[in-house]
């Protein structure tokens, strides 16, 4: 298959590409004349070649580095799945593929089964395949309640006796572990799944991964990064914790007295002169870690004043706006690097908390739908980073994510839930999807995914019931 | 390899071996481990569980690294082991180096890396090391962040570094990582987050962008540089436009005529933040419609910015006759 065989030559569509980013140096040639050069393509075809045209960019720099390079052999590939239907896939109303549901679901519900003893080396990130299948399918809109008993046996493994979640059996404790455990647990819901956390013991390990400067700690001796700052937050909001730090917190020697002291200002510092969010301060910004930062800002508080409070709001959009791969149409995580379908979430997922705090209209749903729809499917189930790749259930979670933010539009409304989250980090409890997209629309309603909280990455009504139940049962 | 077990062996008769517990219910993701792994996990736990740092967990947690590195319980425990040891960490970072090679992407490994690195109290050698990584994989985030930790640990913000640096930019003036670790040294250290910068350092960086931005004028790494130099230096925008104009020029050359849509983008803030709303507007038209239209949405999202900007300067100007006429 030419997905697979990177070393087939280009097309002749991406010399034609190359040839409307060389525009520039032929000023005299009229734009028409490249639609003219289409051999056989059928209708479809010609309108995807079209869309593609429309959104090149027309200027080519001659000077090749070895980004240049790679990044026009990937241009090649992603552009063949584009215009064309390699994967033979049926076509929705826009002539995309539509959307592999059955395939997709078969995919991940063998990604949380059973593994063979070469598999070992994912011993310790279960946590993680459990999160990403359970909320994969629940874009799908399967109920994934089912999995109940199963991830009360997985998670009740994974807790830690001193608090938290470790990938396994007598793991460490460790944030992502926590992360992943707190919002499978959220998604199955019932008070029997509920009720498998220590709480209390939660409380004291999240007490003793703050530091000092503001942050967190992924793990007792780990690093510490802005995962670690949203994945705690993540936590304490769902399972409504008290701020308060824990007697026993290390960074009560500091000075410091509650969760959320110095973190805004730690957030700030991981904000660079590109205007996009690093792991840690000092370091280069990142799609990943900018949903972490924004997703720590939007539980500290509504987005439209903690953002504007933390971050410089322009610069950040202007980053994340660049993120947008023309003409791949999927996202990049960084100036510069590849188009990957996790970016779809990564940062497709930031629009609706930055449009919450800075207007609505930012982004181009229309062509990530596209790149989803069309080079993000693998033939046999399951979604990827780019063309060429293999499947994970990563990439098919936040691919999924990514075309559910697309395709639904979210509005930041203290008035909605207000029965609920009036404090311990209430805010992410009040937004509401408002309405499905029609701008851009590339997908027909057999391609429509579930909704999903902007910050929690959950159906939204998981995260609701969640919250309610610790907030009717708040004692330790 | 050999299979190893520690059932048989002498020298761990004194434990017994935690097995993992089980929930009822069938675990997800579940792993039908070897004997061998399990077994292992098992004599690991029953350490933990007693908080034994020994020479014969350093060989237990080197034996499950070699069936799992991506395992971080058991690298955590083994940093704290060496430390309880006081073992010789020259010879923890021998053993490491074969592994990161293999291992890049590997979180676990970069953080274990500086954990003993800093104890060690010394950067000797690593330098050297991560340049080879980086030959592998030229962007890796984690070879970048560990170098950034190192620089910041050992106060390496000096010449020689700022010289391999460029050395990176040389190699491919698009490698980002690159650009921000030229930011950080010159920026991110001696200077402070919120210090003043020298002139001449700022001229120099912005020199050294613009050289940079005119190999390959629609590489946005040097662009991106460019506007943080102006923004930490506190200088106006404006003193780009001159140099923006190379590339494109919506006032005074045809519209066919650009160069980079970086510069459009740089001019349309210079433009408005000058008060040139109309121009500021054209470039935003020739992006949205032209040379960046994939970012239609936000092309257009800033010209509405421009109008409201220029609605409240209408009112602010109103309000200032206003008072004017009042204080007359
Ligand atoms: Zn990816």
Redo the contacts between chains.
């Keep these: 298959m030419a997905a697979e065989d990177s070393s087939a030559p280009p097309s002749a569509r991406f010399e034609e590409v190359l040839t409307i980013s060389n525009r520039i140096e032929e000023l005299s040639n009229s734009e028409n004349e490249y639609e003219e050069m289409g051999t056989v393509a059928n209708e479809h075809e010609s309108a995807n070649i079209a869309f593609i045209n429309s959104i090149t960019v027309p200027i080519r720099d001659k000077f090749q580095t070895e980004t240049s390079m790679v990044q026009d052999d990937t241009l090649g590939e992603v552009l063949l799945f584009l215009e064309g239907n390699p994967n033979d896939f049926p076509l929705n109303n826009f002539g995309l593929p539509q959307l592999q549901r059955a395939k997709h679901k078969s995919f991940l519900e063998k990604a949380i089964g059973d593994y063979e003893p070469h598999m070992a080396p994912l011993d310790a990130a279960r946590p993680w395949y459990t999160y990403w299948s359970l909320q994969g399918l629940s874009a799908l809109g399967e109920d994934v309640s089912t999995y109940r008993d199963r991830v009360i046996a997985t998670f009740k493994q994974c807790q830690h006796p001193e608090g938290g979640f470790g990938g396994g059996y007598g793991h460490l404790p460790h944030l992502a572990a926590t992360y992943a455990a707190t919002l499978s647990i959220a998604m199955v819901g019932g008070e029997a799944a509920y009720e498998c956390i220590n709480r209390k013991a939660m409380w004291h390990f999240l007490g003793r991964m703050k530091q000092a400067d503001g942050g967190f700690t992924m793990a007792p001796g780990g690093e510490e990064d802005i995962r670690g700052a949203f994945c705690a937050l993540v936590a304490m909001s769902l399972l409504n914790l008290p701020l308060e730090l824990p007697p026993d917190a290390p960074a009560r020697q500091q000075g410091l007295t509650n969760f959320l002291d110095n973190l805004g200002d730690w957030v700030s510092r991981c904000q660079t002169y590109e205007g996009g969010i690093s792991a840690a301060p000092g370091n280069e910004a990142h799609g990943a870690y900018a949903f972490c930062g924004l997703g720590c800002l939007s539980i500290m508080g509504p987005p439209k004043e903690t953002l504007n409070k933390y971050l410089d709001v322009p610069s950040l959009i202007h980053c994340l706006s660049s993120r947008h791969c023309a003409p791949e149409c999927g996202y990049n995580g960084r100036t510069n690097k590849l188009v990957d379908g996790c970016y779809s979430h990564w940062i497709g997922g930031c629009w609706a908390l930055v449009e919450a705090a800075a207007g609505k209209g930012l982004w181009n749903r229309g062509a990530l739908g596209r790149y989803i729809l069309s080079a993000a499917q693998f033939k046999k189930g399951g979604l990827i980073d780019k063309p060429g790749k293999r499947p994970d259930s990563y990439h098919t979670c936040y691919n999924l994510s990514g075309l559910s933010a697309v395709q639904h539009e979210y509005v930041f409304d203290e008035d909605v839930n207000s029965d609920i989250g009036q404090d311990n980090l209430g805010a992410p409890f009040h937004w509401k999807a408002e309405k499905q997209v029609e701008e851009g629309k590339v997908w027909g309603d057999e391609d429509v995914v579930a909704e999903t909280h902007p910050v929690f990455v959950i159906p939204s009504q998981a995260a609701t019931d969640c919250r309610k139940y610790f907030e009717a049962n708040p004692g330790f | 390899m050999a299979r190893k077990y520690y059932h048989d062996d002498p020298k761990w008769s004194d434990v017994a071996p935690?097995p993992?517990?089980?929930?009822?219910?069938?675990?997800?993701?579940?792993?039908?481990?070897?004997e061998e792994?399990s077994e292992a996990?098992g004599y690991?736990?029953a350490c933990?569980a007693a908080n034994e740092h020994s020479e014969r967990v350093l060989e237990l947690t080197e034996h499950i690294i070699g069936?799992?590195?991506?395992?971080?319980?058991v690298w955590?425990?083994r940093?704290?082991t060496l430390s309880a040891l006081n073992s010789d960490l020259r010879a923890e970072i021998a053993w490491l180096n074969p592994t990161a090679l293999q291992h890049l992407k590997n979180?676990q490994i970069w953080?274990h890396r500086?954990?003993i690195i800093d104890k060690l109290g010394s950067p000797d050698g690593e330098p050297a090391f991560i340049t080879a990584m980086l030959d592998q994989d030229?962007?890796n985030?984690h070879v970048?962040?560990y170098r950034?930790w190192l620089v910041?640990r050992f106060d390496m913000f000096d010449g020689r570094e700022l010289k391999w640096t460029e050395g990176m930019i040389d190699?491919?003036?698009?490698?980002?990582?690159a650009?921000?670790h030229r930011?950080?040294l010159v920026?991110?250290g001696t200077v402070g987050?919120g210090e003043k910068v020298e002139r001449d350092v700022v001229v120099r960086e912005l020199e050294y962008a613009q050289d940079a931005i005119r190999?390959?004028?629609?590489?946005?790494?040097p662009w991106?540089?460019l506007?943080?130099?102006i923004?930490?230096s506190g200088l106006p925008l404006s003193a780009l436009q001159h140099f923006a104009l190379e590339f494109a020029d919506p006032e005074n050359r045809p519209d066919?005529?650009?160069?980079?849509?970086h510069a459009l983008d740089l001019l349309a803030d210079i433009y408005a933040a000058a008060g040139k709303t109309e121009l500021a507007v054209k470039a935003l038209d020739l992006l949205a419609t032209?040379?960046?239209?994939?970012?239609?949405?936000?092309w257009?999202?800033r010209k509405?910015l421009l109008e409201a900007e220029g609605r409240k300067e209408e009112t602010g100007a109103a309000s200032a006759a206003a008072v004017e006429t009042a204080a007359a």
């Design positions: 935690l993992q517990e089980d929930y009822g219910h069938h675990p997800l993701a579940a792993i039908a481990y070897t792994y996990m690991l736990r933990m069936l799992n590195p991506a395992h971080y319980t955590l425990y940093a704290q979180y953080h500086q954990t030229s962007k985030y970048w962040s950034q910041k190699d491919d003036v698009r490698n980002n990582s650009w921000n930011w950080f920026f991110g987050e190999k390959a004028p629609q590489n946005q790494s991106n540089y506007r943080g130099v923004r930490r066919d005529d650009v160069f980079s849509s032209r040379y960046d239209p994939i970012r239609k949405t936000y257009e999202y509405g």
